[in-house]
């Protein structure tokens, strides 16, 4: 999507600080961390949101799953919270499906 935040830095027009990329997904650090260790797991495909996910986009939802593992068990997280928020009363600021991965921090729940 031309107009889309998270495209443009999958694709590299606007820099971030890489985590992990490979041919599916791309992996960054937030840019205003909320713990520690922050990074964001998205799809190169645009998909909006979590809404979004159907049978004929789910698999690269589930790669972002196995990146998500392996990343936080190369940079040594043995615990942390993997949150999407799904429209604005969410929280979602940004329209590309994100999987946020927050770490090194004692953590609440409910969550705000
Ligand atoms: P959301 O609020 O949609 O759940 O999460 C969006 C996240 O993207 C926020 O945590 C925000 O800090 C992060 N973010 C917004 N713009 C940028 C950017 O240009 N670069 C990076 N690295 N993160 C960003
Ligand atoms: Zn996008």
């Keep these: 999507m031309s107009d889309c935040l998270f495209c443009k830095i999958a694709a590299g027009d606007i820099p971030s600080k890489k985590v992990y990329e490979d041919e599916q997904v ?12 922050h990074f964001l797991v998205i799809p190169k495909v645009h998909i909006t949101s979590c809404g979004e996910i ?7 939802v589930a790669h972002c799953f196995e990146v998500i593992s392996r990343v936080a068990r190369e940079l040594g ?11 604005a009363q969410a929280g979602q600021t940004v329209g590309h499906l994100h999987f946020h991965v927050l770490s090194g921090r004692d953590m609440t729940w409910p969550p705000g």
């Excluded at 791309?26 to 260790?37: G, K, N, R, S, V």
């Excluded at 159907?54 to 690269?60: F, G, H, I, L």
Aim: net charge negative; aromatic share 14%; charged share 15%.
């Design 26 to 37: 791309y992996a960054f650090y937030d840019i205003d961390p909320q713990a520690p260790t």
């Design 54 to 60: 159907t049978a004929v986009n789910s698999a690269v």
């Design 77 to 87: 997280m043995e615990s942390f919270r993997v949150v999407s928020n799904c429209g």
